[in-house]
């Protein structure tokens, strides 16, 4: 079977097993379970199924019991996944012919060995690591390469961060954190570090090609449902609240006390990336997590003040030009702001003080899709789009990958060259074809 279409196998397995069981096994024991990979045998007989468990050994063994219990849902899987496999030529003809392994078989032999433990493995093995993340680095992004760095530091590993010169200053609400020890070139030695992304769904979220060189051994941490798992190690949990949320399970399997710099690291990663404990994404564990935290020494107003107050009079009058643009469209469904480069200059602000600033946007009543456009002040051709959705109705990370970008379900984003009316046009007829 050709490369692509076993591919393809793996995935239409990994898509019915998923599905069956979120919606038919009425199981506790699974609720943090997310089954990140197949490998289909070669005589497509049988399969591994590669899961994600979030929690420790306790919860990790209650769910790999539950999931070996789960055989009914897996027999209805089989059904749907031979409907599948007709849609899975690569020439895009039915092919009803194509075995696929039994649902039954891939279930039962789900491999103890979780994605967790196989990058406890990699972070125990390696003693010499390179942690980066994605590009423009927003709250969990900075708070979970600080925390890594500080995890593996309690182990004695010799570590370094890295981020491209043209990511500082900083965006001013995370000046107040500690970056000045982070590499702005790769290092002489990275071929003999780990490579550690995080927070990052896709390669090229880190456009370098350094780390695209053969050798590099990357392992993968990340919460984006649409992480293109590029890592030769992944680690994806698209039910963790954040990235940070990952690393502090991490943490807490690798036996690192949680000092206070580190629970710091951890909840600004928790509070940015759940608006502050708002968004679909606070869950119970979420909430958990911050009580360690704030047991650990975090105090909560203080990281509340160094993010969201005291804030820059440039950026209130960069968020009036804002305001003072607002369009709505098909009822408000779409409610959308525009920033010029000429908005940047009078506001003497910067790019990053835009931040926030589509948050405004998705307070207005009735609005399913907020969306801030902002020329880029170094590029006039091209501008950056950010989208929050209010509900579940509409998917804007679906809307970003058709641009290029990604993001979450409710916040994503992209950069683009096309024209501000065509866009518009674009980005309403996406809206409208999810409702």
């Known amino acids: 079977m050709a490369g692509e279409r076993m591919r393809r196998v793996n995935e239409a397995v990994r898509e019915v097993v998923s599905a069956h069981l979120a919606e038919d096994v009425a199981d506790p024991r699974i609720g943090f379970v997310t089954v990140t990979g197949v490998e289909t045998s070669a005589?497509?007989?049988?399969?591994?199924?590669?899961?994600?468990?979030?929690?420790?050994?306790?919860e990790r063994e209650a769910a790999l019991d539950g999931l070996s219990s789960a055989r009914g849902a897996a027999d209805e899987a089989d059904a749907d996944a031979r409907l599948r496999a007709r849609r899975l030529d690569p020439r895009g003809h039915a092919d009803h012919g194509a075995p696929v392994p039994r649902g039954t078989e891939a279930v039962a032999r789900m491999?103890?060995?979780?994605?967790?433990?196989?990058?406890?493995?990699?972070?125990?093995?390696?003693?010499?690591?390179?942690l980066t993340t994605h590009e423009n680095p927003d709250g969990d992004a900075l708070g979970s390469l600080r925390a890594m760095q500080l995890v593996l530091e309690a182990l004695g590993k010799d570590t370094v961060m890295y981020m491209g010169a043209a990511e500082f200053p900083l965006p001013h609400e995370y000046r107040h954190m500690r970056?000045?020890?982070?590499?702005?070139?790769?290092?002489?030695?990275?071929?003999?570090?780990?490579v550690v992304f995080l927070d990052c769904g896709n390669m090229d979220r880190m456009p370098v090609e350094f780390l695209k060189a053969d050798g590099v051994r990357i392992v993968n941490i990340d919460h984006h449902h649409d992480n293109t798992r590029f890592g030769d190690v992944n680690l994806v949990v698209p039910e963790a609240a954040c990235t940070a949320q990952i690393v502090y399970e991490l943490g807490r399997e690798l036996g690192v006390e949680l000092s206070r710099p580190l629970a710091e690291a951890l909840y600004i990663g928790l509070v940015t990336d759940t608006g502050k404990f708002m968004f679909e994404n606070t869950t119970p564990a979420a909430h958990q997590m911050a009580a360690d935290l704030i047991a650990a020494g975090v105090h909560p107003a203080e990281i509340h003040q160094r993010l969201y107050e005291g804030l820059p009079f440039s950026r209130i009058q960069l968020l009036a030009r804002a305001l003072a643009?607002?369009?709505?469209?098909?009822?408000?469904?779409?409610?959308?702001?525009?920033?010029?480069?000429?908005?940047?200059?009078h506001s003497d602000a910067d790019e990053s003080d835009s931040e926030g600033i589509v948050d405004h946007m998705r307070q207005v009543e009735g609005t399913l899709v907020a969306c801030l456009i902002r020329d880029l002040v170094a590029d006039e051709s091209r501008r950056k789009v950010s989208l929050r959705a209010t509900d579940g109705r509409v998917d804007v990370s679906r809307i970003a990958r058709g641009f290029g970008g990604g993001g979450h379900r409710q916040a994503a984003g992209f950069t683009t060259d096309m024209q501000l009316p065509d866009l518009i046009e674009r980005l309403r007829s996406e809206v409208g074809s999810q409702l």
Do not use: I, M, W, Y
Request: charged share 35%; glycine share 6%; aromatic share 6%.
């Open 43 to 58: 005589d497509l007989r049988s399969a591994r199924v590669f899961v994600s468990v979030l929690g420790g050994d306790q």
């Open 111 to 130: 491999t103890t060995a979780t994605e967790q433990e196989q990058v406890l493995e990699e972070l125990r093995a390696a003693p010499k690591l390179f």
């Open 179 to 194: 970056f000045d020890d982070v590499l702005r070139e790769p290092p002489d030695d990275l071929e003999e570090r780990l």
């Open 325 to 345: 643009s607002v369009q709505r469209f098909d009822g408000g469904a779409l409610t959308l702001t525009h920033l010029t480069r000429d908005d940047f200059a």
